[in-house]
């Protein structure tokens, strides 16, 4: 009669077979550091399957999630383009695309000021030539002078109708750059340019209040004989920021891109 060996001594496998002599496990028994295949991987690293620290189930090393983004407003290495929060990474407009785009827009209000000036100077032939045809009458005469009295009349009357038009046409000029920019975020010019000026706070377009403060500040430097608002568009070029900001953009918190 058999009788069952002690516990812990010379118990067997599942299997039947005693492990090998050294204490290692038998056949079917994964070693330490060794996957349940029976493959050691090479270098002791990791087997297939067994993503590295740092490293993407996928074999690619990737940034661990939550990676910092670069902060709004920051210009990339000074190469033209910049942060924008709802926009990302855009393009920065350089100084030739803004005179460009000033440009096109003064030869637009150019034509409508020389149409303007043009039916002006007609008129005004047609008042002088209305007061060469009182010398058909007789000096002196209630013809002549009630001749004269209908210049008169005719002058004032045009001189009225041309600083009314100017004045309409300095609104005009106003609303153009004005809304034009607060709602649009673009003058013509700068549509054919395919530039922009949107707020650098959040890449929407000015608004009101901040499409008149930029319209507004050039403007005023025209009281120094046209010297200040030419200073202010030039002022981009004293930003030490990298974004070409202007103390009109300054103030009203835009920036220009292009599309």
């Not at 056949?27 to 330490?32: A, W």
């Not at 407003?73 to 000033?102: D, E, H, K």
């Not at 039916?119 to 209630?142: H, K, M, Q, R, W």
Request: net charge neutral.
């Amino acid at each position: 009669m058999s009788y069952p060996p002690p516990p812990g001594q010379g118990q067997n496998n599942p299997y039947g077979q005693q492990p090998p002599a050294g204490g290692q496990p038998g056949y079917g028994y994964p070693q330490q550091g060794q996957n349940p295949y029976g493959q050691q991987p090479p270098g002791g690293q990791p087997g297939y399957g067994y993503p590295q620290q740092g490293q993407s189930p996928y074999g690619q090393q990737q940034p661990g999630y939550g990676y910092p983004q670069q902060p709004p407003g920051t210009v990339q290495a000074n190469n033209g383009f910049i942060n924008i929060n709802y926009l990302g990474t855009v393009q920065l407009a350089t100084m030739g695309q803004r005179f460009l785009a000033r440009l096109l827009d003064g030869l637009i209000i150019g034509v409508i000021m020389t149409i303007a000036m043009f039916a002006g100077v007609l008129s005004a032939f047609g008042v002088a030539g209305s007061v060469d045809d009182c010398s058909s009458y007789t000096y002196g005469t209630p013809e002549y002078q009630s001749c004269l009295d209908d210049a008169s009349n005719a002058s004032a009357g045009f001189m009225g109708v041309f600083f009314a038009i100017f004045g309409l046409l300095a609104l005009l000029m106003l609303l153009y750059e004005w809304l034009m920019i607060s709602f649009k975020g673009a003058t013509l010019g700068k549509m054919a340019m395919g530039l922009r000026v949107v707020r650098e706070a959040n890449g929407q377009v000015p608004g009101a209040g901040g499409g008149f403060i930029r319209y507004i500040i050039p403007q005023l430097g025209g009281i120094l004989c046209g010297i200040g608002t030419l200073i202010v568009y030039l002022s981009p070029f004293f930003d030490n920021t990298g974004k070409l900001v202007g103390w009109h953009d300054r103030a009203a918190g835009t920036v220009v891109i292009k599309k």
